[in-house]
């Protein structure tokens, strides 16, 4: 136990979160079981050694940070491991990587009915399914998303302003307003080409070629995330690999399910499991007409967000395609994305119709009352003609 409070006070003194994530403040931390799910390169290791860092000293017994790569773990449960620290005083017991453990969800179970004064905190994959594949968690748990760095936590991040989240809503009716406080402390221009290209993931902090690591990162979500937490058998990871590639190949569009099923030699109901894997891995999302939704065929997919983009084929990237995935990664947080029938529309809360375009290209442009013209190539907008850019201080 000496070595873990040891470790835990190395790795919380040595923390250094610049962004303060807005996850921190949405959580309920009443709560005393909470899940942290997130694709990796997110933040969720940082997100529990800042919560520890912001609520104990760092020598306070109460709080623990644990790691389930630790071999320790082989030879022992979570429960026995957590029963000993709540009866040496322990508190709060903070567990990354948590589905690295066998049976951990019946062992986190065991934690909650025998210890009623102990609180975990948990991260796993955002492929773990924690209630529909975990029924002994049902009730109990409370599951939250770490998403990657928002463009507002990427300026902030940058520049060393306070930029707070605003809502849809207030983006929608008061965007001119909003855009008169931001521009006279920054300019957005000047910070967006490198947050689709760079700045979804923390670790482009990291002095390391960014686009190697990304595809290091996709590897393990992969191999690691999907294999293991979908228990596959290691021989069809090649299939899956094989179906990301083409699919972000060919670009936001309907997926030819009978013709990559052919090219990835399975059947039309693999493909499209497997489609469904690689979105709750977070590296690509589906995108489908109103009233649609998994196991039928999406009218569209596209990567989950535009750094993929650069990393997969980054020999040229559409512009119109890298705004389009920017639009909906953010709103994927809080809003419902859905296809319009038309090229470059969506339908978002099913009511609202968004067109995302070019603002250099406003001639050509016939302007419909209503929709809502979310613009790149500019800072400012007017009426029913918004900056593309602020949608990314949704969160």
Not at 80 to 99: C, N, S
Not at 121 to 129: D, E, L, P, Q, Y
Not at 226 to 240: A, D, G, H, M, P
Not at 348 to 360: N, T
């Amino acid at each position: 136990m000496e070595a873990f409070f040891r470790t835990h006070r190395y790795l919380v003194e040595h923390t250094n979160a610049p962004v303060r994530r807005n996850l921190m403040d949405e959580i309920d931390w009443n709560d005393r079981l909470i899940g942290i799910k997130g694709t990796r390169g997110v933040g969720k290791t940082t997100f529990l050694l800042q919560y520890a860092k912001e609520n104990f000293e760092t020598n306070d017994r109460q709080c623990l940070y644990i790691n389930m790569n630790n071999f320790y773990f082989q030879g022992r449960g979570i429960a026995d491991f957590a029963g000993e620290f709540y009866h040496k005083g322990g508190r709060v017991l903070l567990i990354d990587q948590v589905f690295k453990q066998p049976n951990w969800s019946k062992e986190l179970r065991r934690c909650y009915d025998e210890h009623p004064g102990l609180k975990i905190v948990f991260t796993g994959s955002s492929v773990m399914r924690l209630k529909e594949e975990n029924p002994e968690l049902n009730g109990i748990v409370k599951s939250y998303n770490l998403r990657g760095f928002s463009f507002r936590e990427f300026v902030n991040l940058l520049t060393g302003n306070d930029f707070h989240a605003y809502s849809l809503e207030e983006i929608l009716t008061d965007h001119e307003h909003i855009v008169k406080q931001i521009l006279p402390k920054v300019s957005p221009s000047r910070f967006f080409q490198d947050y689709i290209h760079h700045g979804f993931y923390p670790f482009f902090q990291e002095h390391r070629n960014y686009s190697e690591n990304l595809l290091k990162t996709m590897n393990m979500m992969t191999e690691m995330d999907i294999l293991i937490i979908k228990q596959i058998e290691v021989n069809f990871l090649t299939k899956i690999k094989k179906l990301f590639y083409q699919l972000a190949e060919e670009g936001p569009k309907a997926p030819n399910v009978s013709q990559l099923a052919l090219d990835i030699e399975t059947s039309r109901a693999t493909v499209m499991n497997y489609i469904k894997y690689l979105t709750d891995a977070r590296l690509i999302n589906m995108i489908y007409p109103i009233g649609e939704e998994f196991p039928k065929k999406p009218s569209k997919v596209m990567l989950h967000n535009s750094n993929l983009l650069y990393a997969i084929y980054p020999i040229h990237v559409e512009k119109q395609t890298a705004m389009e995935t920017f639009f909906v990664n953010s709103l994927w947080k809080d809003h419902k994305v859905n296809q319009s029938p038309r090229e470059q529309f969506y339908i978002v809360d099913e009511h609202l119709k968004f067109r995302i375009c070019d603002a250099s290209a406003a001639n050509k442009i016939r302007y419909s009352p209503d929709t809502i013209y979310a613009r790149y190539n500019t800072e400012i907008g007017k009426e029913n003609l918004i900056p593309l850019w602020l949608l990314g201080f949704l969160y």
